[in-house]
């Protein structure tokens, strides 16, 4: 998962920082960490935002840079 994936995502889902640290259950310092790609956030604290972010339809994929969404229905 990369940082500019997170931002995306959160951007897809009209969240801030605060709601989408509040929704995955970590704080809003480690959320900045993940997104710039600094400090050393616990491999955990990344699990939790991307099972929240899938939990809202969204897929982070293995290309660089690339999120995707799943079609919609009908």
Request: charged residues 25%.
């Amino acid at each position: 998962m990369r940082g500019q994936q997170v931002i995306a995502a959160r951007a897809l889902l009209g969240l801030s920082q605060d709601e989408l640290a509040a929704a995955a259950g970590i704080s809003r310092k480690t959320l900045v960490d993940i997104e710039r790609g600094t400090g050393d956030p616990k491999r955990s604290s990344m699990d939790r935002v991307e099972e929240y972010l899938r939990s809202r339809g969204i897929r982070l994929v293995t290309d660089p840079g690339v999120i995707g969404l799943p079609p919609l229905p009908g």
